[in-house]
């Protein structure tokens, strides 16, 4: 997997296909037009779309409601990616379909953690 993203700021052809990638996604599964086996997938949620510079790759991050069997929705997800990516290519219009390359999000742990230590900061304070 050679997705080199680049340090600048992402364009905004970038931010306008991942942004319309990450809508169809989200609607593909939570129409569950898109069947994993025992997965329900309209309880991922996809977070955000980042798109390689030359719009070949894009980086699907995504939540799983409550964060319950997360690995084995990741592994899921990467074992049907080119099935994922056959249903998404149905209902895109652009010229090239990207690859997918699903990463678990872990940022809102990583925000709560930072609340977290916020709070006890303030605690001690007090």
């Known amino acids: 997997m050679n997705t080199q993203y680049s340090s600048e700021p992402f364009t905004q052809r970038q931010l306008r296909v991942g942004e ?9 599964f939570l129409k569950e037009e898109i069947s ?3 997965i329900n997938t309209r ?6 779309v980042r798109m390689s510079p030359d719009l070949k790759h894009a980086k699907v991050f ?7 069997n997360s690995d084995n929705i990741l592994k899921a997800l990467i074992e049907n990616s080119l099935f994922i990516k056959h249903k998404v290519s149905k209902k895109w219009s652009n010229k090239f379909l990207p690859s997918l390359h699903f990463v678990l999000d872990k940022s809102f742990d990583y925000a ?3 609340e977290k230590l916020i709070s006890d900061t ?5």
């Open 20 to 28: 319309l990638l990450k809508q169809l996604l989200g609607n593909l």
């Open 36 to 38: 994993l086996p025992n």
């Open 43 to 48: 309880v991922i949620t996809i977070t955000e």
């Open 62 to 68: 995504f939540m799983p409601l409550g964060g319950i």
């Open 112 to 114: 709560e953690k930072i």
């Open 122 to 126: 303030h605690k001690n304070d007090d």
